[in-house]
């Protein structure tokens, strides 16, 4: 679940649900969630006097949503078209079909649907790229009709999230070092791309605004924090051992335990049993 601080609070949720099929799944007081198929994938937290990211930060550069297919996506497409929502950008990374568009308070968001998983190696190497998508014959996909109001399909997920860092070199230190994840891509200028169980990417980073940015302002608008979902209890210590060792501060809550990495955003390490 990616969690996130706005201005408007009512204004942000009728977006998740109008424009992306999100459905209300509650809250308290200030915060809602928002999932599909009764999974909770966002948390808008509304603080009207909450200041605004600085552009020149650390921070989210989109987190991602996952459709469990093409005609999913083609929905998903329809859905923002009908919505009257633009989309800032559509892109076939050769491992998935992307859709881009930033919400009502500019948090950037990406709708994709992966291609199987045979097809994302070259050489045994994840092989991705950045090409022009073919959303005419996306949109096809989904037949003649696709309802403005249709709910995002069951088995949505958030399947990554991707941060703008400060400095490469301290994130794979802290993602790979510390976390666990693996370096699947290095081929982007200024960017790495790590992921967990063979998967092309659960976590992307990014300098290309960021190099050497401080992180915002305590309670900005935008990412609040994120979740990393481990296998077990017996793993999620073992996290917090190398962080301990590492000399990281962490912070045990309800949920898991809470740490942020060297660039400042914000993550809850959680358990697949809660």
């Known amino acids: ?103 009502p308070e500019g948090n950037g968001i990406e709708v994709y649907r992966d291609r199987p998983r045979e097809r994302w190696y070259a050489e045994r190497k994840v092989r991705m790229a950045t090409l022009p998508l073919d959303l005419d014959g996306l949109a096809r996909e989904a037949g003649a009709a696709a309802p403005a109001a249709d709910d995002m399909p069951p088995d949505t997920r958030v399947g990554h999230v991707h941060l703008q860092v400060a400095d490469l070199a301290e994130t794979e230190a802290f993602y790979r070092g510390m976390l666990g994840f693996e370096v699947t891509v ?13 998967y092309h990417h659960h976590v992307g980073a990014n300098t290309w605004g960021s190099a050497g940015a401080p992180a915002p302002p305590a309670g900005s608008a935008g990412l609040s924090s994120f979740e990393v979902v481990l296998p077990s209890a017996a793993e999620l210590e073992r996290v917090c051992a190398r962080a301990r060792e590492a000399g990281a501060a962490t912070q045990p809550i309800e949920s898991g335990v809470r740490l942020s990495d060297p660039s400042g955003n914000r993550l809850v390490l959680t358990t697949v049993d809660g």
Do not use: C, K, N, Q
Request: aromatic share 8%.
């Open 1 to 103: 679940m990616v969690r996130l601080i706005v201005a408007d609070l009512a204004r942000a949720r009728g977006f998740y649900e109008r424009a992306l099929g999100l459905r209300d799944l509650g809250g308290d007081g200030d915060t809602a969630r928002l999932g599909a198929d009764g999974a909770a994938l966002v948390e808008l937290t509304g603080r009207p006097d909450a200041p605004r990211r600085p552009s020149r930060s650390t921070g989210l550069f989109h987190f991602a949503i996952l459709v469990p297919s093409r005609p999913e996506l083609a929905r998903a497409l329809h859905r923002l078209v009908d919505a009257g929502w633009p989309l800032s950008g559509a892109s076939d990374h050769l491992v998935s079909e992307a859709l881009y568009l930033r919400d």
């Open 186 to 198: 290095r081929d982007y200028p200024g960017a790495l791309f790590f992921s967990a169980g063979g």
